[in-house]
């Protein structure tokens, strides 16, 4: 079972959607893949579907690895894709990866360098290449399918990628290139997401909707009322509610599971287990009000410690969280133990200090509650915790990092967040994902506009590496524009400067007349480094 899955909690209803997911898995068992994505809003029960196709698959002899999307912000590139490498790594032994691997070792030590602790012989890693995404994404897409497929041959598999609206550009790119490759391999593959959440980005939406295509969508609506009764019926112990309370339960909250089970849960706990006739007194009014019923019982230092953890994310380590609270981890352990005894996070692994608040929007209840100099605070103090652990080696951590210098912003350390968005960048690049360089240099320019003393030569640099990265990404319209804009920066500062700085000046007006004349004629081009 995943951790920090409902497994154990009760299954009411979606017979038809089980059921299309169990025609999918006989398919994938039988070497037919199949791709299922799962959309509806927080709390409908998109997971706890997965949970219970899980059951099945196993049942069936299938293996299951899942991959949560990051949804605190500051995933490293393909990091759903690196978690999947890892499980399916962890699960066999080391000769049976080395064929696994094949002739891809170099490809997929982009993703997961840890293959190279059971595998020293791989290659070296591949030079950096030049900025032509289409082309040389290509290898490190075919060899992340074809492992997966050989992973599949000897028994089917079964992928879960949860929270696909919080996943980054390049992870989605490797998914639809995934889904048009998967004849003949006995793969299942499940994505769940958020869909409004995830078409407030063109792009992402347009991405899952392509991939929905290819397989399947199903998209989940709220619980009629005779499937709310018979949650609520199993949640008493039997006892069957009244119909006034269920037709209370359906307009309050249009059926989502998860807002149903909270009242219930908080109204079996007030009247000692038995089931009111009705819903009296003071009601939620949204799912985040009735988080927070749930929250109340918990101690002032018990909260404290969960709004840090918040945000963190979704998923939290415990050296993190205590770094950043500045606390001994025994004593924020034993505070987090209140509020796993609750329900509110759940062990990740028991032989790992590692949590995850049992549903996102618990998390994002606490972090909206937090004001922003509050958010800003914490943003610093994990920022700084992070440096302070992984100080050896911070680029796996690059992204997350910058993400929470870049929150912390105004409230100090603007250099330094522009610093880490530049070299998340650069290591988005180094991995292909051009897309996710691309947000780091625009959050770049964002936080340097706030300096007192804004470096005209920094923001010209900035503009430049953005330019680039969106012409590696074909977002060609925007590379012409930032270009364009770069150079006029730079014409109108360069007179007054050295030679160097006005031989960049050239460069960036010679690079926006080329993006402007290419991209009139219809020419396909990229940008490298001058």
């Not at 990866?97 to 997929?108: H, I, R």
């Not at 929470?404 to 988005?428: E, M, Q, V």
Request: glycine letters at 10%.
């Amino acid at each position: 079972m995943y951790p920090g899955s409902r497994g154990d909690r009760l299954f009411v209803g979606r017979e038809r959607e089980l059921e299309e997911l169990r025609a999918g898995l006989r398919d994938a068992v039988a070497g037919r893949g199949r791709v299922f994505l799962i959309a509806g809003e927080g709390g409908i029960g998109k997971t706890r579907l997965v949970d219970e196709l899980q059951g099945e698959a196993e049942r069936a002899g299938a293996r299951v690895r899942w991959a949560r999307c990051w949804e605190g912000g500051g995933a490293p590139a393909f990091w759903p894709w690196t978690v999947l490498v890892r499980a399916v790594a962890e699960g066999v032994d080391d000769g049976r990866l080395a064929t696994l691997v094949g002739s891809d070792g170099a490809q997929l030590l982009t993703l997961e360098p840890g293959l190279r602790r059971r595998l020293p012989a791989l290659p070296p890693l591949p030079a950096p290449p030049a900025h032509d995404s289409e082309h040389t994404r290509f290898p490190l897409f075919d060899a992340v399918t074809g492992f997966l497929r050989r992973a599949a041959a000897a028994t089917p598999l079964l992928l879960v990628l949860d929270d696909l609206h919080a996943a980054d550009h390049a992870s989605l790119l490797l998914l639809a290139f995934l889904v048009r490759d998967l004849q003949g391999a006995a793969l299942l593959v499940v994505g769940t997401y958020r869909d409004a959440e995830a078409h407030r980005d063109a792009e992402r939406g347009g991405l899952l909707t392509r991939i929905g295509r290819a397989g399947a969508r199903l998209p989940l609506a709220g619980w009629d009322a005779a499937e709310t009764a018979a949650y609520v019926r199993a949640s008493a112990a039997g006892a069957v509610p009244d119909p006034a309370l269920v037709a209370q339960l359906q307009h309050l909250t249009e059926g989502n599971p998860f807002f149903i089970d909270e009242i219930i849960r908080l109204r079996l706990a007030a009247g000692g287990g038995r089931l009111p006739v009705a819903l009296v007194g003071p009601l939620p009014g949204s799912l985040r009000a009735t988080v927070r019923e749930r929250l109340r019982p918990l101690s002032p230092a018990c909260l404290r410690d969960l709004a840090a953890a918040a945000v963190i994310g979704r998923e939290f380590d415990l050296a993190v969280l205590s770094g950043a609270l500045g606390a001994d981890s025994a004593a924020v352990f034993a505070t987090l133990g209140e509020a796993e005894a609750l329900g509110v996070v759940v062990r990740r692994d028991h032989t790992l200090p590692r949590f995850s608040f049992a549903h996102a929007l618990i998390r994002e209840t606490l972090y909206e509650a937090l004001s922003a100099g509050e958010r800003a605070a914490w943003h610093r103090a994990i920022g700084t915790a992070l440096e302070r652990l992984h100080a050896a080696d911070l680029t796996p951590y690059l992204d997350e990092i910058a993400h929470h210098f870049a929150h912390a912003a105004p409230d100090g350390g603007l250099d330094k967040a522009i610093a880490y968005d530049r070299r998340a960048a650069a290591h988005a690049a180094s991995l292909l994902a051009y897309e996710d360089a691309v947000p780091h240099l625009e959050r770049a320019l964002r936080t340097q506009a706030l300096c007192a003393s804004a470096d005209a030569t920094t923001e010209l640099g900035l503009r430049l590496q953005l330019g680039e990265m969106q012409a590696a990404a074909w977002r060609l319209d925007a590379a012409r524009a930032t270009l364009r804009g770069a150079g006029a920066l730079a014409f109108w500062f360069a007179g007054a400067h050295d030679k160097k700085e006005q031989a960049i000046a050239g460069t960036a007006i010679g690079l926006a007349s080329v993006v402007a004349v290419g991209r009139s004629a219809g020419l396909e081009f990229v940008v490298t480094e001058a």
